[in-house]
DNA sequence: CGAATTATGGACTGGATCGTCCACAACTCT
DNA sequence: AGAGTTGTGGACGATCCAGTCCATAATTCG
């Protein structure tokens, strides 16, 4: 009896997504994503809410796909240490250093919001103890292929590395050219995954 | 003939600093800078001009009294790896985590406004290089003080050293427990700096 | 076909925000 | 002491913003 939506939901999480992505969650109104999403009040409220809860869910499913997209790159990678420098250099794959100004919608949305919404805290420290764990799997693989020492703490490497990839993604943001970015990410890689002692 | 100022230039930009610092630039409102800057309108705009303005100032101010401090840490400092030690874990001194929390005024500017506001970025680019410099030669006394690899490339360490701070410091304001946050930094430093042949 | 239910989108409101402007006060130099 | 110059702070306006509300449209079930 309900006449059923005549927008897809997830399509409009993406839209709003980038447009939080490219612009901060304070510098974009409800008039930006309703003309992105192409919806009207009435259906975005409905649907999502107020803005800090339309907010937190398009953060989640950020987080969520991102997980996930590690967990299957975890598994498709030939190497578990090929996964940790994926990660590491993630922002640095895009040339023309868009990707790296752009940031991670997460690293964003805590320097913006942390202070003062503390789900949003929340929801990072979920989601990186998520990666934690993903990294962590991924180095104790790279221990059994030999490619990382095997007398290392693999969740210390693993949160050593996220930290590293946090400052990539921060340095990314300031402009810094996509090779020198490059260098610190496998300059910082090549000293936090121990070789083997052979 | 000109009638003095009735307040102290550097008082107002402290003051208005914090307020930036705790709220972000966005959420912080011309009234609050007002409040707590105890100044009229006139008085504010007249002195260092519009919001944005006055926001570049008071984060040049901050970059270069951390520059300073930095510096003079460096010369003060009984050996310069203990410099870059402070330096990734400055964040961990306040054991109740309400530094951690707050962050880095530069580190928050730029995931809040790089994208959308180049001189932030620009201002950034100027301030982390200097702190590279800084950080560089504190390695290179490291290395002669036998504390450090010599043949490791001090500037590249430096990059990463940096790299490992703005993570940690991005972990903090997730509201990570101080104590997890410090091993983070020292697991990082503990890798990063590698220790001389022997 | 009709009734009931829900989505839709624009109108509307109350409030906040930034920046300008102006009248007054305070101070200095002659 | 007076004239001129500059600081001061509140009033003001124009804009913008988030969220509510309602009349209408569309769809499904009886």
Redesign the pocket.
């Known amino acids: ?7 897809d939901e997830d399509r409009v999480v993406v839209a709003v997504r980038d447009e939080f992505w490219n612009k901060g969650y304070a510098a ?4 930006d994503l309703l003309r992105v999403s ?6 975005l ?3 999502f809410g ?3 809860s339309l907010f937190l869910r398009v953060l989640r499913d950020y987080d969520d796909a991102n997980l996930l997209m590690l967990r299957e790159r975890l598994e498709s990678a030939p190497r578990g240490v090929d996964l940790v420098r994926e990660f590491v250099l993630s922002m640095t794959g895009d040339p023309t250093g868009a990707a790296a100004r752009r940031g991670c919608l997460l690293a964003n949305s805590i320097a913006e919001l942390a202070a003062s919404a503390p789900d949003v805290a929340a929801e990072a420290r979920r989601s990186y103890d998520a990666v934690v764990t993903v990294l962590t799997e991924a180095l104790e693989r790279a221990q059994r292929e030999g490619d990382v020492d095997p007398d290392a703490n693999a969740g210390e490497v693993a949160r050593a590395v996220l930290a590293a990839q946090l400052g990539v993604i921060a340095l990314g943001r300031t402009g810094m050219d996509v090779e020198v970015l490059t260098a610190v990410g496998q300059s910082a890689l090549s000293r936090l995954l121990p070789a083997p002692a052979q």
């Open positions: 009896m309900p006449r059923p939506r005549e927008f974009t109104s409800m008039d192409g919806l009207g009040k009435g259906s409220y409905g649907a107020d803005k800090h």
